[in-house]
């Protein structure tokens, strides 16, 4: 009962701002998921909602390129000369072997909650303002980054990092007791409240979260299972969900929150972020695929500017404030039918992890990868959304294709009026390097914080890589720079032991032009023969904070700590040797050509890859495969997060009652409406209940509600 109350005092809350205020007013709720539709349009005969361009004739939305170019000649400049002072700690007179500095991009793949956190312990050690990182000389590398680009569980870090200011990774997981309250992965995901669905909690969680995409789904917008997905992905990596309000609807729970809303961050308006991107894979409309995706499928990505793909198929991008407006040749339906606020960062984020289509089994009720109570909580979810709300396709991210009549040759959605958007990683690339090898952005260094899970034991074997460069050669020849020498094979990446140690691929290009250099730190065995922790199972949803610290230790020391063949120590010169690499480039570029120096050349020696003389894994002696949980009993023993803010809880309520008393009128609005929920609501749960008795006769439910 206690924890109800707040809960009505936020419905009333919202009814009454909603009765009494117009209808752009910020009311906070978790129905401000829903996008506005029907609103008036720009003037599409003077300004375009669209951009298009030529694979040979690449331009880049202006507002990206005066992004990066006063980042680079302001804020980059300076941290160039942080790190490395005056070069000469590499053997370098900086100010003459170098004129300009060279572009560096991150990515960071997918792989749910492992990639992401490895992401973000690997970022901490390449942050200046991590003084441990700064003194390896590790620290340094993101300050003078101008791109990021995630994917999937990827994205999840790049929007997080986006939508908390970009602080420091260790107090955007953890919290910093202030502002940040951290990604709070010990409430897991789908089952916050325990693995029984339907348990009280787990419940009214729920009801936010269908709350959320019904409101959606009335503006005429069709929605998905990857709505859902999206709401709890909001949860943990937006800014306003705390431990204390997670079971409430005290706030929106981040769904007001828009990509392009980025640009108005502090961060963002002062320089002090890299350009974040994401990607997202798209499905042939119509082809209702449940397979991976071949290689020739449209690749999106999603900045804080636009949804675009550079594609040559396509070469086309998007307004993302306008993103869910339906276009053909660029225009609408009329002057009114255009869309707003559908560009959520949830489900932008959610998109880029919408990894459903693969693993929802309509004909078995099944999603197979999925913990069991994780996928109940899911397929309850869709069901109860289907109950519902009308949709289309209900294992992808439906959204309304603006690019309809564009390239009609070589488009494959160029018919569609929706195109259907699948997790980044469906064609095999798992690491969001697409927009970093658009020529138009002419990036030098790639930096790969390389989280796949691709063998048994959960590390990477480059098979993404391989898949990047293939994609490249067949078809992205006239749009995007090559992708640099790597082993053919992900049994030659194994045997090379390059994906066990950090590796740069591509340093000796004939021209700098050939491919940029891909400074590579695979997730791998921990260096001094420790059992390692970090090689998680992308479908683990919850981690107990005990596990994310040891993650974060063990993945941040590897990552300052380089390789020296033969042994179980770090590399005093692993940070110089990083250094090394990321200015490489810009020496290459400088007329004349300076040398390498020594440093750098004995550095290039032991990390580079080199095709003719590839080095051996039996380099790296003592290295654990198998991972070893180091707090097995951590979820089970999850404390409740309302026993410990009860006091507060109270202290509240008592102000509230007074409150409350004001607003009798609200109270009987709310009742009729709550009334006609629970009957919605006890309906869905017969057939939910149904369908664990009899699964084919919910089948049957699903594909009718579907219509
Ligand atoms: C390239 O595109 C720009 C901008 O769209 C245009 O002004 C220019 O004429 C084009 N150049 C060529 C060679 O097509
Ligand atoms: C480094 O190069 C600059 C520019 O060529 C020159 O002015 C400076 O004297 C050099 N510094 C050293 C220590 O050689
Ligand atoms: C830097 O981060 C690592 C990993 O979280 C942590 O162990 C270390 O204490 C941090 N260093 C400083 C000086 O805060
Ligand atoms: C939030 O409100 C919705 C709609 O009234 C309800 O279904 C849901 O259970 C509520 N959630 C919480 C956590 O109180
Ligand atoms: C995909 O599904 C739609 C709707 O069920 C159906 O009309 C269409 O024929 C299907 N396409 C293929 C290629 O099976
Ligand atoms: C999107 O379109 C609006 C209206 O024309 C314009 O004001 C805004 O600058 C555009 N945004 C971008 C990123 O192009
Ligand atoms: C414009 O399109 C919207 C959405 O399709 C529709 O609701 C509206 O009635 C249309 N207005 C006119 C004047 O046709
Ligand atoms: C490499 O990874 C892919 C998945 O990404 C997997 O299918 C393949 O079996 C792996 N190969 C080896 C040799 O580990």
């Known amino acids: 009962m206690r924890t109800l109350v707040p809960g009505v005092f936020c419905s009333l809350l919202v009814i009454v701002i909603a009765l009494s205020l117009p209808a752009t007013a910020n009311s906070n709720s978790v129905t401000d998921y829903a996008p506005s539709t029907n609103v ?13 361009f030529s694979p040979k004739n690449q331009t880049l939305h202006p507002d990206e390129d005066s992004y990066i170019s006063t980042r680079e000649n302001t804020v980059i400049r300076t941290a160039w000369t942080d790190w490395l002072g005056d070069g000469s700690g590499l053997g370098y007179n ?23 956190q490895y992401g973000a312990s690997t970022l901490l050690a390449l942050d200046s303002r991590n003084a441990t990182a700064k003194d390896a000389g590790t620290g340094g590398l993101l300050q003078v980054t101008s791109y990021i680009t995630g994917l999937s569980g990827g994205s999840w870090i790049t929007g997080s990092l986006s939508f908390n200011d970009w602080p420091t990774t260790d107090d955007l997981v953890f919290g910093n007791g202030k502002e940040l309250s951290g990604w709070l992965l010990d409430i897991p995901f789908v089952t916050p409240d325990g693995d029984n669905i339907f348990s009280d909690k787990n419940q009214a969680f729920y009801g936010s979260l269908l709350w959320s995409v019904v409101s959606k789904a009335n503006q005429g917008i069709d929605t998905s299972i990857t709505d859902v997905w999206s709401r709890m992905i909001s949860y943990h990596f937006l800014s306003q969900t705390t431990r204390s309000n997670f079971f409430t609807n005290d706030t929106a729970h981040g769904a007001g929150q828009l990509w392009s809303h980025i640009t108005q961050t502090p961060a963002y308006q002062s320089f002090m972020m890299p350009f974040p991107i994401v990607v997202a894979d798209s499905r042939p409309v119509g082809s209702n695929s449940t397979a991976a995706l071949s290689l020739d499928s449209v690749v999106y990505e999603i900045s804080p500017l636009e949804i675009a793909s550079y594609d040559p198929s396509l070469s086309s991008g998007m307004n993302l404030s306008y993103a869910g407006t339906h276009l053909v040749n660029g225009r609408s339906n009329n002057g009114s039918s255009c869309t707003l606020g559908f560009d959520q960062a949830g489900f932008i984020m959610g998109t880029s992890a919408s990894l459903f289509n693969q693993i929802l089994d309509f004909a078995h009720n099944t999603l197979s990868q999925f913990s069991s109570s994780d996928s109940a909580g899911l397929l309850y979810l869709l069901s109860q959304q289907l109950s519902e709300v009308r949709t289309r396709a209900n294992d992808v991210a439906n959204w309304p294709n603006p690019f309809q009549g564009l390239a009609q040759q070589t488009f494959q959605d160029t018919q569609a009026s929706w195109i259907e958007l699948i997790d980044g990683s469906s064609n095999s690339e798992n690491i969001p390097y697409g927009p970093l090898l658009v020529n138009a952005r002419k990036l030098d260094v790639l930096v790969t914080l ?19 460069a293939l994609r490249q050669t067949e078809f992205l020849q006239p749009s995007h720079q090559k992708f640099p020498p790597i082993p053919p094979t992900p049994e030659a990446f194994i045997s090379a032991g390059v994906n066990a140690r950090p590796t740069f691929f591509g340093c000796d290009p004939a021209n700098p032009d050939d491919y940029p250099l891909v400074i590579y730190l695979p997730n791998s065995p921990p260096l001094t023969g420790a059992d390692p922790v970090a090689n998680t199972a992308t ?70 890859f080199d095709p003719q003389n590839p080095p051996s894994r039996s380099e790296l002696p003592n290295r654990k495969q198998v991972f070893v949980d180091p707090d097995p009993q951590g979820i089970s023993k999850l404390e409740s997060f309302v026993g410990d803010n009860k006091l507060k809880l109270v202290g509240g309520l008592i102000g509230l009652v007074a409150f409350i008393a004001l607003l009798s009128t609200a109270i009987l609005l709310y009742r009729k409406y709550k009334r006609k929920q629970t009957e919605k609501v006890k309906y869905a749960r017969l057939v939910f209940e149904e369908f664990q008795e009899n699964p084919s006769s919910a089948t049957y439910q699903l594909h009718e509600y579907s219509k």
Not at 97 to 103: E, I
Not at 458 to 467: H, Q, V
Not at 567 to 576: C, I, S, V
């Open 450 to 468: 390389e989280g796949s899970a691709d063998d048994v034991n959960n590390w990477p074997n480059g098979s993404s890589l391989i898949a990047t």
């Open 40 to 52: 008036q349009c720009p003037d599409l005969s003077t300004t375009s909602l669209i951009r298009t």
């Open 94 to 116: 900086l100010s003459a072997v170098v004129s300009m500095f060279p572009k560096v991009g991150i990515a960071i793949p997918g792989g749910g909650l492992r990639a992401a």
């Open 539 to 608: 479908f683990q949803l919850a981690y107990s904070l005990k596990h994310t610290r040891l993650f974060f230790d063990q993945v941040f020391f590897n990552t300052i700590s380089g390789f020296l063949p033969n042994t179980n120590k770090p590399d005093p010169n692993w940070g110089k040797c990083l250094q090394c690499a990321a200015i490489d480039r810009g020496r290459l570029r400088h007329v004349p050509v300076a040398p390498r120096s020594s440093i750098c050349s004995d550095c290039f020696k032991q990390y580079c």
